[in-house]
């Protein structure tokens, strides 16, 4: 699909520009003709009013441009009264005579003679009329050598623009490519993540159906069953989460909130939880720091990163601290000892489904570092994660209500 969606933007920009470069030499073939064609009739129509008087050939009155021309004048009954012109031999007066013929033959006063190369202009005198003929040949080879230069230009201008769109097709359809490769990866990770609960589930199903177990293998099968629903449903329920942010419809943060005292509240339940896992909670939350926000989804936010501290945590410290940023933001961190994560994997992290401990697929959904990042851009701020010294970090940053910063400086 990606390949077809390039092939078609490089289409569809080369025919743009074939009709762009098609019209603007057109343009100007059709403006460079008209204008040779208007000068050569004022050049005819001026030795028209002075056909014997115009000066020397090739030499310009005032500027105006002399072309190759020469003058016939004929009586009323055809008579040759006389010629001028110095670029062409003039003693046929028959081959005159036909010429003369021949601009009779057309209905206008001004005209071409293709045969012969040769436009004219023919005007009525006292005694007869005077047909004034220009050569064609030098508009003609200008025509011809601003046409070869445009054909040149055209298919210069032609493949340059070729490779660009393509180099441009790769730039455009980049950000589509990721996407849909993001879309096939959450595909296949969903699919990956409901197979487990579902085979589960289906064992459990068929156990329950047997006539052969006991009721004690019954009330655990339930038990199998009903929990493992449960984690399916808070697994769907966060798709669906996320997928109300993707689309833009989650809901828009607009209270004052405490951010120091939704932080102290949340971390309340983790204490007993962290304490079996031989971890030490240690919290210093500043009170007073107001942030444009849902109370809700902030705690939401804390428990993630305390939940993740647990999960992927080893037995030590876990410290929670939330302290001012600079005058106009707030931060948070939740850090906790732990293996040391690399580099490349701290951005990961926050990739839906992405496990940095592989050992440890079964932890969780692989959900919350990624419903963490929205909650933080929802509020307009943003996490990110850091690994140094033992310790693994993760931090928020959210900017600051106006009222929050006055409470920060009392």
């Known amino acids: 699909m990606i390949r077809r969606l390039r092939v078609r933007f490089v289409l569809v920009n080369m025919a743009f520009v074939t009709v762009m470069l098609a019209a603007i030499f057109a343009t100007v073939l059709i403006i460079t003709r008209g204008n040779l064609e208007r000068e050569s009739l004022h050049m005819m129509q001026t030795i028209a009013v002075n056909p014997f008087q115009a000066g020397p050939p090739g030499q310009a009155a005032s500027g105006d441009v002399r072309l190759p021309y020469f003058v016939v004048q004929v009586g009323r009954d055809g008579e040759l009264l006389g010629t001028g012109g110095g670029y062409y031999d003039l003693s046929d007066g028959e081959l005159l005579r036909e010429l003369v013929r021949e601009t009779d033959r057309e209905e206008s006063p001004v005209g071409v003679l293709p045969e012969r190369g040769l436009r004219y202009l023919r005007s009525e005198t006292p005694v007869g009329w005077c047909v004034v003929f220009a050569d064609l040949s030098s508009e003609t080879r200008t025509l011809e050598g601003l046409m070869t230069t445009c054909a040149a230009i055209a298919a210069g201008s032609f493949l340059a623009f070729l490779l660009l769109s393509v180099f441009l097709s790769r730039w455009a359809v980049r950000p589509i490519a990721r996407a849909w490769n993001q879309q096939r990866r959450f595909v296949a990770d969903v699919s990956h ?58 809901e828009k943060p607009s209270a004052l909130v405490d951010w120091g005292a939704v932080v102290e509240d949340a971390v309340l339940p983790f204490e007993p939880l962290l304490y079996e896992r031989g971890m030490t909670l240690e919290t210093a939350a500043q009170t007073g720091l107001l942030v444009q926000g849902d109370a809700r989804r902030l705690a939401e936010l804390t428990d993630i990163l305390l939940d993740n501290a647990g999960k992927y945590g080893v037995p030590g410290v876990v410290e929670v601290k939330l302290r001012p940023s600079g005058r106009r933001h707030a931060a948070l961190c939740v850090s906790n000892p732990g293996p040391p994560i690399a580099g490349d994997e701290l951005v990961r992290l926050f990739d839906r489904f992405y496990r940095a401990d592989k050992a440890r697929s079964g932890a969780g959904s692989g959900l919350g570092l990624s419903i963490a990042e929205t909650i933080a851009r929802e509020h307009g701020g943003k996490i990110w994660a850091e690994s140094a010294e033992g310790r693994n970090r993760f931090l928020v940053r959210l900017p600051l209500a106006g009222r929050g910063k006055s409470g920060q400086s009392s």
């Open 193 to 250: 993540e409901l197979k487990t609960p579902l085979t589960v589930i289906l064992s459990n199903a068929e156990l329950l159906s047997s006539d052969q177990i006991g009721e004690e293998t019954r009330a655990r099968s339930r038990e199998n069953i009903l929990a493992v629903a449960r984690q399916m449903r808070e697994l769907v329920e966060r798709l669906l989460e996320l997928a109300r942010s993707d689309a833009g419809k989650g």
